[in-house]
């Protein structure tokens, strides 16, 4: 059975597919997604070591490398690889770049491209290359209001509850999650190391439900 094929689609400003999506013609082997935390480190007089303190989150960036051969055909390999440099130029509507979903099987990432960096290893007889690789950087997109809706579906999911007499992380979980046999997720989020000492009136967080 074939790989299915990794796309890249643009979209509109309202999160639409526009226009044709870029198709690989060789799947990565591999791809890497990284997230990092803004922090700021501040000094306190009379302590040895600095306060670390969180300012904001940094996104995600999901970074591969896709290769693209065109010698059999005898064809400029730039015919393939500018539709993907292409995603860097400005969008006249948008007035920036396009927003894009890099889509590969049950992987969408919703981007825009940060940085593509393009190596020809084959040319023909005129010059022309047939042969490239680009490594290509995309960095997560969310919309001001896609970001408060999730913070607001997390939060709405966390709840809190007071174990009643006779009450157990068993029963909880049943009543909870439909399934006493997740009680281990309330004994994680609340430092529970004996779940069936759990005192009445103790209020516990009770946290999304595992998939």
Known sequence: MALEKALIQPLDYEGNPKGEAVKVLFNPTE?????????????????????????????????????????????????HTGKVTGL????????????????WGKMQF?????????RFTMFLDSGIPVRATLSVTFREYRTITEQ????????????????????????????????????????RANGIADPRKVPAGRTL???PQEA
Not at 88 to 103: F, G, Q, S
Not at 160 to 166: A, E, I, N, P, Y
Request: with cysteine; aromatic share 6%.
């Open 31 to 79: 791809y890497a997604i990284d997230k990092s935390n803004q922090l700021q480190s501040t000094v306190i007089p009379g302590l040895p070591t600095p306060v670390t303190q969180f300012i904001g989150g940094g996104g995600q960036t999901l970074s591969m490398e896709l290769f693209f051969d065109t010698y059999e055909q005898g064809v400029d390999v730039r015919q």
């Open 88 to 103: 860097m130029d400005m969008n006249p509507d948008l007035h920036a770049p396009p927003v894009c979903m890099v889509i």
């Open 110 to 118: 919703k981007a825009v491209v940060e940085r593509v960096g393009q």
């Open 148 to 187: 408060q809706q999730r913070t607001t579906n997390q939060a709405d999911q966390t709840k809190q509850v007071t174990v009643k007499r006779g009450e157990t992380l068993w029963s909880i979980s049943g009543r909870i999650y439909g399934d006493p046999g997740k009680w281990r997720t309330i004994a």
């Open 205 to 207: 967080i009770i946290p």
